[in-house]
């Protein structure tokens, strides 16, 4: 009997470390919008070592934040538009080289961590070559001397003989940047790409 207690002893002081490592961890795991190392108590259902209001509201294919939870997590998320003087498929060709996006052609159907990959709900393509493209993935962005991991959502569609691009953002990380600031970085990337 003494070496059962004595096992459930040293299983529940593992336990307890774990949960308070836990609740140090500022960056967490995601996936199809899911926070995979985000913990809630089992009886309470209270988190433990996250804070709900700083999680990505990430959906599958979309990236979408409502005005409440902009304003409560300091304008992290955020959209914006450019029109451009170039044709559809020329100002789709610079966005993509600019930002890395992945069409289905640059996975390997035969790799497990591409099809996972292509399963992440950042990740999105869909193209009407000469009319429409809607990308979504991730991307790097510097602020104020500090990389950014982000997801990246970019609508390019045909606009007479120009274009027009909707761009929407938000982080995957609980580490804050400046909201204005990441705008006007993003907005320049893709003015500069545009050219």
């Known amino acids: 009997m003494k070496g059962a207690r004595g096992v459930l002893c040293w299983v529940s002081l593992g336990a307890a ?59 992290r998320y955020g959209r914006f538009g450019i029109n451009s003087p170039l044709d559809v498929d020329t100002a789709y060709a610079r966005v993509r080289s600019e930002f890395g996006f992945r069409s289905e052609a640059d996975f390997n159907p035969n790799s497990n961590s591409d099809q996972w990959a292509m399963m992440d709900s950042a990740w999105h393509f869909d193209a009407t070559p000469g009319a429409f493209y809607q990308m979504s993935d991730y991307a790097r962005q510097t602020v104020n001397g500090a990389e950014h991991s982000l997801v990246l959502k970019a609508q390019i569609q045909r606009d007479g003989s120009g274009s027009h691009i909707n761009v929407e953002y938000l982080p995957t990380t609980s580490a804050g940047y400046d909201g204005d600031a990441m705008g006007e970085a993003l907005e320049e990337r893709f003015r500069m790409a545009l050219r």
């Open 17 to 75: 470390v774990t949960l308070a490592a836990g609740c140090s961890t500022q960056d967490h795991l995601y996936s199809q919008g899911r926070c995979l190392t985000c913990i809630n108590n089992p009886v309470t259902g209270e988190p433990i070592n996250y804070d709900p209001e700083q999680q990505p509201a990430i959906k599958a294919g979309a990236v979408v934040a409502s005005q409440d939870q902009r304003a409560s997590t300091g304008h």
